[in-house]
């Protein structure tokens, strides 16, 4: 069975968000003097963007997996 529309529409929004996050014109707004936390501030963007994609990405799995297993029961 296929996952739920809702859900697959948005890991592909997630998919396009990752992709957008790191085009070079975007980093460059954040390629900046300065520090955050003591670290440069696009290390920071880079690092923390990429984490919350991945609990992004966690959490679009886990409702995904938990909706096919609910179909395969019904």
């Known amino acids: 069975m296929p996952p739920p529309r809702k859900l697959t ?6 998919a ?3 992709f957008f996050a790191w085009i ?3 980093v460059g707004v954040f ?3 300065g520090t955050l936390f003591g670290l440069p501030i ?5 690092f923390a963007g ?4 991945i ?3 966690a959490l679009i799995t886990r409702a995904l997996r938990h909706s096919i ?3 395969e029961r019904e």
């Open 9 to 14: 529409e948005r890991a592909f929004v997630l």
């Open 16 to 18: 396009l968000v990752a």
């Open 24 to 26: 070079p014109p975007l």
């Open 31 to 33: 390629s900046l003097e």
């Open 42 to 46: 696009l290390f920071v963007y880079f």
């Open 50 to 53: 990429w984490a919350l994609l």
């Open 55 to 57: 609990g992004c990405c």
């Open 69 to 71: 297993q609910t179909e």
